[in-house]
């Protein structure tokens, strides 16, 4: 099957919304989605905070990678964070998901960023093993923190 990946727009916020669901699904987080379209319109048509690229098998989305900027102060220069990456159930295993990171890489390469980084769920053993296989590097010594809801909100009165 030959896939193409190309830039979402503002007409694809149902289809996003609908990749980011399916994610949710696999990762057994569906309770954890908030997301409207029009919440996904300001943050990724209006505001700009991230991209969406989208991986088509014909006409039909398989897939998806949403990503931002970040800047390493060690290298000196920006670079990539994917902060999510899916391929639905029916293409995996056909080069969908590599295709996408490639692609990442390509615009990484392009924009001069120093690195591309993510996150995985330490139990999805197929993805670790891809991603090792496509020669990333597990960053065992870091721990991942987050700030959310209350904590937040308690942090910023302070």
Same mark, same amino acid.
């Given at each position: 099957?030959?896939?193409?990946?190309?830039?979402?727009?503002?007409?694809?916020?149902?289809?996003?919304?609908?990749?980011?669901?399916?994610?949710?699904?696999?990762?057994?987080?569906?309770?954890?989605?908030?997301?409207?379209?029009?919440?996904?319109?300001?943050?990724?048509?209006?505001?700009?905070?991230?991209?969406?690229?989208? =991986?088509?098998? =014909?006409?039909?989305?398989?897939?998806?990678?949403?990503?931002?900027?970040?800047?390493?102060?060690?290298?000196?220069?920006?670079?990539?964070?994917?902060?999510?990456?899916?391929?639905?159930?029916?293409?995996?295993?056909?080069?969908?998901?590599?295709?996408?990171?490639?692609?990442?890489?390509?615009?990484?390469?392009?924009? =001069?960023?120093?690195?591309?980084?993510?996150?995985?769920?330490?139990?999805?053993?197929?993805?670790?093993?891809?991603?090792?296989?496509?020669?990333?590097?597990?960053?065992?010594?870091?721990?991942?923190?987050?700030?959310? =809801?209350?904590?937040?909100?308690?942090?910023?009165?302070?």
């Amino acid at each position: 099957m030959e896939f193409r990946i190309a830039p979402a727009t503002e007409r694809d916020l149902p289809v996003i919304l609908k990749l980011i669901q399916g994610l949710a699904d696999y990762e057994k987080l569906s309770h954890a989605v908030v997301a409207t379209e029009e919440v996904l319109r300001e943050s990724l048509f209006k505001k700009r905070v991230a991209e969406v690229v989208i =991986g088509y098998a =014909g006409d039909e989305a398989a897939g998806f990678a949403v990503f931002f900027q970040t800047f390493s102060t060690f290298l000196g220069v920006p670079g990539m964070y994917l902060e999510d990456i899916f391929v639905e159930p029916k293409w995996r295993r056909q080069g969908l998901g590599r295709q996408l990171l490639a692609h990442l890489a390509a615009i990484a390469r392009a924009r =001069g960023y120093g690195r591309v980084e993510w996150s995985v769920l330490d139990w999805n053993e197929p993805a670790i093993r891809f991603y090792k296989a496509l020669g990333a590097k597990p960053m065992d010594e870091w721990t991942v923190f987050r700030l959310t =809801g209350e904590s937040l909100r308690k942090l910023a009165a302070s």
